[in-house]
């Protein structure tokens, strides 16, 4: 049984820095394309980040690029996302996801999972 447990959120101040932390167990995390997405209040689930297992490339959500740095430690089975520059629009809960994909279409980057959820951690951006 797959099961992922993100921590790592918090409040901050905008400007302020985060590190979430998705620790993945049932998986050998090597073998995996993954991720993190995020649902802010009233929106719908939206990709934030992939990372490959071949190459360790990453994509990232045009709004973060820059601010936000995908991360990953296999021998720890742990996906982390660094989150630097936050503004009060990155308030959401974050979702660590184990099979993320990216496709490349129209001038826009769409993320989807087609493995398991973590049960998310709130971020909120706040002064």
């Known amino acids: 049984q797959v099961q992922l447990v993100e921590s790592g959120g918090g409040l901050v101040q905008p400007g302020g820095s985060l590190r979430l932390s998705c620790a993945v167990s049932?998986?050998?995390?090597?073998?995996?394309?993954v991720g993190w997405f995020r649902q802010g209040p009233g929106k719908e689930r939206e990709g934030v980040s992939c990372?490959?297992?071949?190459?360790?490339?990453?994509n990232y959500e045009n709004s973060v690029k820059g601010r936000f740095t995908i991360s990953r430690d296999n021998a720890k089975n742990t996906v982390y996302l660094q989150m630097n520059f936050l503004i009060p629009e990155d308030t959401a809960v974050y979702y660590c996801?184990?099979?993320?994909?990216?496709?490349?279409?129209?001038?826009?980057?769409?993320?989807?999972?087609?493995?398991?959820w973590g049960q998310g951690t709130q971020v909120t951006v706040s002064s």
């Open positions: 990372i490959s297992s071949s190459d360790g490339r990453a």
């Open positions: 049932g998986i050998t995390l090597d073998s995996y394309d």
């Open positions: 996801a184990t099979n993320c994909q990216t496709y490349y279409t129209g001038g826009y980057l769409y993320f989807f999972n087609f493995g398991s």
